[in-house]
């Protein structure tokens, strides 16, 4: 089965600085893989998602996020961070083919101070 | 993408009784999902939702508790029954459209059990 590990539970970035979280799965094939953002009281919006092709994807809100398979991360970042980005952020990873479940990550989540 | 609302939004409920949730889609879709998300906590499948047929119920979950319908493509309730404070939760809806792997997810409910 497949797994997801976000090792940061909260990260707090400056307004403007860089971001970049972190995500780790365990998949015994080629995953499709996922990142969503949770405004409070929100429900998911998906960010960006990578099935297959180019590694580095181009998501909304001007995220990006790197497939690294010999590293088995897919992590996002953002090259400046706004007030607004503050949210919760989770990873998943979907299986190929078939039912295709997709698990979620525990979510990390962003701070943004002035 | 797809446009998807729940109703209610909020409720509290008292123990002992039963809520029952609804999801409608702007379109056809072929996977409905219902998700549970605990205080503080990520997304967990409780079950997926069969048009036409019983729901798939997730290890955990059991159809006693979580009765689910889909009557059609675009429309699906969730009834959490015989509630307990630990039923305290946002429930989340969330659908595949065909050809697709991302889920899409509605607004979510955020049940408070007495």
């Known amino acids: 089965a497949q797994s997801v590990t976000q090792p940061d539970i909260h990260i707090t970035v400056s307004e403007g600085a860089s971001l970049e979280l972190r995500c780790n799965y365990s998949?015994?094939?080629?995953?499709?893989l996922f990142w969503y953002v949770q405004s409070p009281g929100q429900g998911l919006q998906l960010l960006l998602k990578?099935?297959?092709?180019?590694?580095l994807v181009q998501g909304i809100k001007g995220f990006e996020a790197e497939f690294k398979r010999s590293q088995s991360s897919f992590n996002l970042r953002k090259p400046s961070v706004h007030w607004s980005d503050a949210a919760e952020y989770f990873c998943a990873v979907g299986m190929s083919g078939g039912y295709q479940k997709v698990t979620f990550g525990t979510g990390t989540k962003l701070q943004v101070i002035p | 993408s797809a446009v998807i609302s729940q109703k209610p939004s909020r409720d509290i409920c008292q123990r002992g009784t039963s809520l029952t949730i609804q999801c409608q889609v702007d379109s056809q879709v072929t996977m409905m999902f219902w998700y549970r998300q605990q205080p503080g906590q990520s997304l967990t499948l409780i079950a997926t939702?069969?048009?036409?047929?019983?729901?798939?119920?997730e290890s955990g979950f059991v159809i006693d508790k979580f009765p689910i319908s889909r009557p059609n493509l675009t429309f699906s309730t969730l009834t959490v029954s015989n509630m307990s404070p630990e039923d305290s939760s946002i429930y989340l809806c969330?659908?595949?459209?065909?050809?697709?792997?991302?889920?899409?997810f509605g607004p979510g409910t955020r049940l408070t059990v007495t």
């Open positions: 998949y015994g094939a080629t995953p499709y």
């Open positions: 939702a069969n048009q036409g047929s019983e729901a798939t119920y």
């Open positions: 969330s659908v595949r459209l065909a050809g697709g792997y991302e889920q899409y």
């Open positions: 990578y099935f297959s092709g180019d590694t």
